[in-house]
């Protein structure tokens, strides 16, 4: 958590740099499936970092955010942007998100989502968090170095759904997610977004 207590400052132009369209595609593929009141849906974004998933959902007609994250420098600067209604500081997987269940119309996780940062069964709450019939946004890499999560993780919304907790409703595999960091890897990597449809308790 230090390293994004450090990086805040910083966060939004190094990700520019990386050309990181996780947060622009996360926000159309909720776009393109929501039919309800946008200015009245009440949106979570966890691990809300500087607020770069709200800013997009807010140019496609959202206007009503929550955000919860693990870095207080972050959330200091996402409050500086007057984009949300009410931030909370939470380490994700310790426990239950500190929000009312079954109240948004949205919940969405950019960025998170991959080895050494967020365990899988943190999308349990996620779930918990969304109103039946809402929407949950997901997203993670499709690299080398994230594929024992990746499969982990897809074990865990398939299993899900066969619970019957949510249905989904799509997944996009997206080939230049951002540009690659790693040594051993060149270009860009892939990512993929998840979109699942929370179901009538």
């Not at 800013?55 to 500086?80: C, N």
């Not at 500081?89 to 949205?106: T, Y």
């Not at 595999?173 to 051993?184: G, I, K, L, M, T």
């Amino acid at each position: 958590m230090d390293f994004y207590n450090s990086w805040a400052e910083n966060y939004d132009k190094d990700v520019a740099v990386l050309e990181y369209r996780a947060p622009s595609l996360a926000a159309n593929c909720v776009s393109s499936h929501f039919s309800g009141d946008r200015g009245a849906a009440v949106v979570l974004d966890v691990a809300c970092g500087t607020g770069l998933v709200a800013k997009q959902m807010k140019r496609l007609g959202f206007g009503h955010f929550v955000g919860i994250d693990g870095s207080e420098a972050m959330l200091e600067s996402t409050r500086e942007s007057g984009l949300y209604q009410d931030l909370k500081q939470c380490m994700l997987g310790e426990g239950p998100l500190p929000v009312q269940c079954g109240s948004f119309d949205v919940v969405v996780i950019v960025g998170a989502l991959s080895d050494g940062q967020v365990p899988v069964g943190v999308v349990r709450e996620l779930c918990k968090c969304t109103k039946p019939g809402g929407y949950v946004c997901m997203t993670t890499r499709r690299n080398q170095d994230n594929a024992e999560y990746k499969e982990a993780l897809e074990r865990e919304l398939k299993q899900m759904a066969a619970d019957g907790l949510w249905t989904c409703v799509e997944v996009s595999e997206v080939e230049d997610w951002e540009r690659a960091v790693s040594e051993h890897e060149d270009g860009y990597i892939p990512g993929v977004v998840y979109l699942y449809k929370r179901l009538q308790l």
